[in-house]
């Protein structure tokens, strides 16, 4: 193929005429930021996932990174969380001073394995930071109850499965604090955005002052000039224009759920044939959301498979380094071997294209790319 043929990426946003339509007439009224769309987007999170409350910020990592800071936890506290993510998870325990520490993730579905956060809890640790991986749940009720035991906080990281459920239950209401993504790769987009979810009244509310600087009032409840700074908040605002489009985005969630679990199927039944292709296993209790399709490779192949595939024009990409890894965590001296799972799974693993606007056929043809690339490389 050309050298200039576009790729087909690993994940895409689908935009409409009518979120474009929503967009475009935010940009004709009166706010641009802190208006009304912002509580409607929130009020359509609380209404998708059964929350009491939504607070939405202009991107995941800050989501992440207030939801931390609403914990309002001493220096040097311990958060456990996975390795097998991307890094905002654990950056945003750093940015709080707080320390990540990992615990190895399960053989099947990836997501952090609650018998080794139990190996990892010290008179240091506060809480569970857990990410529902490619957007499968975790084991919450095991999580929960750990935490219950140790006295531990819960933090959702589910950027991957806004809409994915557990026991028949969405992602939203498990944890203390949930956070979503709403980045264009994700199941809906602002563009950047992103939002903590909570049942808790007091957490909601220091979570909208982080959001504004640690300010106790919006301009709009203000009388007078009088605002309080209560907290060392961030501005971490996101625009009305960007939750008119997620608003849009919300009306079409149930459709771009439908069409991945398809595509997912359709992966899932071509793939079967192939032995030395391991796919995703789904467990008993949980709806999957596939932000991602992962498959698993023998580990001798996997880069030249990789290089094959983005050759023949498909975006395949690997999910995750592990975090460790980093030059920056290096400093921190953890040992991959401690982490046997993870070095295992991230020496094996491929993400293949996944999107609502995928056709059938798009799906065929990353099969097709996939069974020519490992026949070539297994030579
Ligand atoms: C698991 C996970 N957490 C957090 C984030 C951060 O989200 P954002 O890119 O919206 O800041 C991502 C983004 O890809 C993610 O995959």
């Given at each position: 193929m050309p050298k200039d043929a576009p790729l087909l990426p690993y994940g895409r946003q689908s935009i409409s005429p009518a979120d474009i339509s929503a967009v475009c007439s935010v940009l004709k009224s009166d706010y641009l930021t802190t208006g009304p769309k912002v509580a409607e987007f929130e009020a359509s999170l609380c209404s998708f996932?059964?929350?009491?409350?939504?607070?939405?910020?202009?991107?995941?990592t800050s989501a992440l990174d207030i939801a931390v800071a609403s914990l309002g936890l001493p220096e040097g506290s311990e958060i456990i969380t996975s390795p097998f993510t991307f890094v905002a998870s654990a950056n945003a325990i750093l940015y709080n001073g707080c320390k990540p520490?990992?615990?190895?993730?399960?053989?099947?579905?990836?997501?952090?394995?609650?018998?080794?956060?139990?190996?990892k809890i010290t008179g240091k640790t506060r809480a569970i930071l857990y990410v529902d991986y490619a957007?499968?749940?975790c084991k919450i009720e095991k999580i929960r109850q750990v935490a219950k035991k140790h006295r531990l906080m819960l933090i959702e990281d589910a950027a991957h499965a806004l809409g994915a459920e557990y026991k028949g239950r969405k992602t939203g209401t498990f944890a203390d604090l949930t956070c979503f993504s709403f980045h264009p790769v994700k199941h809906i987009t602002t563009g950047e955005g992103g939002a903590v979810l909570t049942n808790s009244d007091t957490l909601a509310s220091k979570l909208r002052m982080l959001r504004n600087h640690g300010i106790d009032k919006a301009p709009s409840q203000r009388e007078g000039y009088l605002y309080d700074m209560k907290l060392l908040g961030r501005n971490y605002r996101i625009t009305d224009f960007q939750?008119?489009?997620?608003?849009?985005?919300?009306?079409?969630?149930?459709?771009?759920?439908?069409r991945r679990r398809e595509l997912a199927e359709k992966y899932n039944k071509a793939l079967s044939e192939m032995p030395q292709v391991q796919l995703p296993?789904?467990?008993p209790h949980a709806k999957h959301a596939y932000h991602l399709y992962t498959v698993l490779l023998p580990a001798e192949i996997r880069d030249r498979v990789y290089h094959l595939m983005r050759g023949r024009g498909i975006g395949?990409?690997?999910?995750y380094i592990p975090i460790y890894r980093f030059s920056y965590y290096r400093k921190f001296g953890i040992k991959p071997s401690e982490y046997p799972v993870t070095e295992e799974v991230f020496s094996r693993i491929l993400t293949l294209p996944l999107y609502p606007a995928m056709s059938g056929g798009d799906v065929l043809k990353v099969v097709k790319s996939l069974?020519?690339?490992?026949?070539e490389a297994e030579g």
């Open positions: 996932t059964g929350a009491k409350h939504a607070v939405a910020v202009n991107s995941g520490v990992f615990a190895d993730i399960e053989p099947r579905t990836f997501n952090i394995d609650p018998k080794e956060i139990e190996g957007g499968q749940p939750c008119a489009l997620g608003i849009s985005q919300m009306k079409k969630l149930p459709v771009f759920l439908k296993a789904v467990l395949v990409n690997v999910h069974k020519e690339s490992l026949k």
